[in-house]
């Protein structure tokens, strides 16, 4: 719902420029709860000055970059107003020689790594729908994919940030520098927060230069016990993969790879390494490795995703390594299955038919860590998508602290923060 006095407060602070958009409310709508109104600032001065209005009035902020995961998080209480990334969109500095760059945080991750790549350089993240979605909704929802195993989180990428906090202050963590030694690392703190601690608007990062030579391996096996073997053996010996997933044929089908339980491999680096290790990768997947176009990874990360034939409800579930077999094993032959080997994560994805209740949510969800990651709207009153965080009460303590009105995506984060 529109509020006169909020509009009125907004126009004020933005001194009348026109990046105001009420026509667009019903397009930026987040799990389903409308935005009151829309702004797009195009500098990191009118975004302050937006949320510093809002707080005055109570209203609560939530950040829109590229709109593909908005779905990820508990649903808002509130949305007020929201903040448009799409204008924040500059390389705002690249050092090619101290391996650092700076964007604002709309810029999407492909138009990022395409500025990096005339360097011959990179920013090794994935993510779904890399042409929309934004570096700042990438460090905010901590999102990674299968290459994190040889890369690293998209926290271990950020060396500084500057963020507009709730009461409109705009601040700066860490610096241009890949050794910064003062002062916490506040933007590791923001990274995976949902948005619920501060807005980042600008990012600085250490990049990596291109690898030399990429190669995808995939081999398909009968049982899902050969498969993980096979992925163990490669992960202990020195093929050293920078990703390795197995897939069943549920998710196999549909991204081109087929029926049984397939590995893929992502082997990559200098021209004689990796020649070495795809030598080594065949003692483990033996006869039946394939070489296959590196396009496979992006339609795996997208997968979950997918708007027209994706899954209903996706849970990820964080497990210690050793049990990994275990939560393959368990799903049920229905259920497509993605499985980071290396890193202990598995995703489980349903497609439902008709009304799904709380119910049957608990029951696919089960036990233990997870994260329902994707599921109906409708779906989330009542539960916590976050699952049980243990440490629910710091993280209440931090809120109360950077967000004392509670302004800042209100109820997203774990235990309705
Ligand atoms: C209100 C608030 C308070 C916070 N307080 C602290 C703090 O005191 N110390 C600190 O180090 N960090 C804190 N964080 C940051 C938060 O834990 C970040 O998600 C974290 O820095 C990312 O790294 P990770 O290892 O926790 O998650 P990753 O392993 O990188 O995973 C990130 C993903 O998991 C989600 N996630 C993060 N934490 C949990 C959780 N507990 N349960 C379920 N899913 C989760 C993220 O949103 C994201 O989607 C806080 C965040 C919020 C919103």
Redesign the pocket.
């Known amino acids: 719902m529109q509020r006169p006095s909020l509009l009125q407060s907004l126009k004020t602070a933005l001194q009348g420029k026109e990046v105001i958009y009420q026509k667009k409310r019903a397009d930026y709508s987040v799990d389903g709860v409308e935005a009151g109104v829309v702004v797009m600032p195009g500098s990191v001065e009118e975004a302050a000055s937006v949320v510093e209005a809002a707080g005055r009035e109570g209203a609560s902020v939530v950040a829109y970059g590229g709109g593909t995961k908005m779905g990820?998080?508990n649903r808002p209480r509130g949305v007020d107003v929201v903040l448009g990334m799409e204008r924040l969109n500059r390389m705002v500095d690249h050092q090619p020689g101290d391996m650092t760059a700076t964007f604002e945080a709309g810029v999407p991750l492909s138009e990022a790594n395409r500025r990096l790549g005339e360097k011959g350089q990179w920013l090794p993240l994935q993510s779904p729908m890399p042409e929309r979605a934004t570096i700042g909704g990438i460090l905010a929802?901590?999102?990674?994919g299968p290459m994190a195993l040889g890369y690293g989180?998209?926290?271990d990428w950020v060396i500084g940030m500057r963020v507009v906090n709730a009461d409109g202050r705009v601040t700066k963590s860490g610096g241009k520098v890949v050794k910064n030694v003062t002062g916490y690392d506040l933007h590791?703190?923001y990274?995976?927060?949902?948005g619920?601690?501060g807005i980042i608007l600008e990012a600085t990062s250490k990049v990596a230069p291109r690898p030399q030579v990429s190669r995808t391996l995939v081999a398909r096996f009968g049982f899902c016990r050969e498969a993980l073997e096979a992925s163990r053996g490669l992960l202990k010996d020195y093929a050293s993969p920078q990703a390795l997933v197995v897939v069943n044929g549920v998710v196999g089908n549909l991204v081109g790879l087929g029926d049984g339980w397939t590995a893929v491999v992502m082997v990559e680096g200098r021209s004689v390494g990796v020649e070495t290790r795809v030598v080594k990768a065949r003692e483990y997947l033996g006869e039946r490795m394939e070489e296959v176009d590196e396009g496979i990874w992006q339609r795996l990360v997208d997968m979950p995703w997918r708007e027209k034939d994706g899954p209903t409800v996706c849970v990820r579930y964080?497990v210690t390594t050793s049990k990994v077999g275990e939560a393959m094993e368990s799903a049920g032959a229905e259920d497509g299955v993605i499985v980071d080997v290396g890193m202990g994560v598995v995703r489980r994805l349903w497609w439902m038919e008709g009304d799904i209740s709380k119910n049957d949510l608990n029951m696919v969800a089960g036990r233990g860590?997870w994260?329902v990651e994707r599921c109906p709207p409708g779906l989330k009153e009542g539960i916590d998508v976050?699952?049980e965080?243990?440490?629910?009460e710091?993280?209440?303590r931090?809120?109360a602290k950077l967000d004392p009105k509670g302004i800042l995506s209100p109820g997203r984060?774990?235990g309705g923060?």
């Open positions: 990820m998080g929802t901590a999102y990674s989180l998209p926290r590791k703190l990274t995976g927060s949902l619920t601690l964080n860590e994260v976050w699952g965080a243990a440490s629910v710091l993280m209440r931090v809120k984060f774990v923060i």
